[in-house]
């Protein structure tokens, strides 16, 4: 008898969203923790498990200090939340670079050990050639075009790409190669609405903007930002919950009612049993 489990869910996969092209937006947003990936599960069409986690829950200036362990460990935990959306994990920096016989082999691991069902590179010049290899191999891959976070050491900061005639012709011309080389889906990140457009209309597998306007063919946020968990979020961000601020009044009324020790009340404390 086999062992396997037909779940009544059927979880989407890197075609359903490549089918998505020009139809119903895409909605995505990141999730790292098993329950914050079970909530989102029935909204989202796709959830990365992003290297934003780095700087979101392990509190790090970057997402260049981002290790395979963490990524792993937090692709995990989503896997067990999500059931329905798909679940794509970021490839840390320094992990797809330097060879792509690497970076398949550190994609494999993913994918392996998380059970994902695709993973994401930023882009760079030897990049597509990467994801083609990867592709060929039976390894599903979104790009990221724009604004890349792992290059924010080279760029000396989180700045919005492609503002000028050079960097727009640069960004369109990478996102063509990412889709050539057989990526599935495209991030397009931090660009002026004129190019997210026209990104979207170059190529042919869906477009999922932040910050890059509505022009895209989906859109993703970091789940923290748009709960309003910051003090500071980015322009593109529209907090839709003030959690920061929710959080600080449950924990202000806890510790009020634990120092005029009405907490814990009979409703939470256990009495010996009557004989």
Request: net charge negative; glycine share 12%; hydrophobic share 45%.
């Amino acid at each position: 008898m086999s062992s396997h489990r037909n779940d009544a869910v059927r979880r989407l996969a890197a075609p359903d969203i490549a089918a998505r092209k020009g139809g119903e937006p895409i909605v995505c947003l990141t999730a790292y923790t098993a329950p914050v990936a079970e909530v989102l599960d029935a909204h989202c069409d796709l959830l990365l498990v992003g290297d934003s986690v780095g700087m979101v829950v392990h509190g790090l200036p970057n997402t260049v200090g981002v290790t395979m362990e963490m990524m792993i460990l937090h692709g995990q935990a989503v896997m067990r939340g999500a059931r329905r959306a798909m679940v794509v994990v970021d490839m840390p920096f320094g992990s797809y670079e330097g060879s792509r016989e690497e970076a398949y082999a550190n994609a494999a691991r993913i994918m392996k050990e998380t059970g994902a069902q695709a993973v994401k590179v930023e882009s760079g010049p030897t990049v597509p050639e990467t994801i083609h290899y990867m592709v060929q191999r039976g390894i599903p891959v979104m790009g990221h075009v724009g604004l890349r976070p792992q290059a924010v050491l080279v760029d000396g900061g989180f700045k919005a790409k492609g503002r000028d005639e050079d960097g727009r012709a640069k960004i369109l011309q990478e996102a063509r190669a990412t889709a050539d080389a057989g990526a599935f889906a495209v991030v397009v990140e931090g660009v002026a609405e004129g190019l997210a457009r026209d990104i979207t209309a170059a190529i042919a597998p869906p477009t999922i903007g932040i910050g890059a306007s509505a022009g895209c063919d989906g859109q993703i946020l970091v789940t923290d930002d748009m709960l309003g968990l910051f003090d500071w979020t980015p322009k593109f961000v529209r907090r839709y919950a003030d959690l920061r601020g929710e959080i600080g009044e449950a924990a202000a009324k806890y510790a009020a009612d634990v120092k005029a020790r009405t907490f814990p009340g009979e409703a939470e404390t256990y009495f010996s049993k009557k004989g």
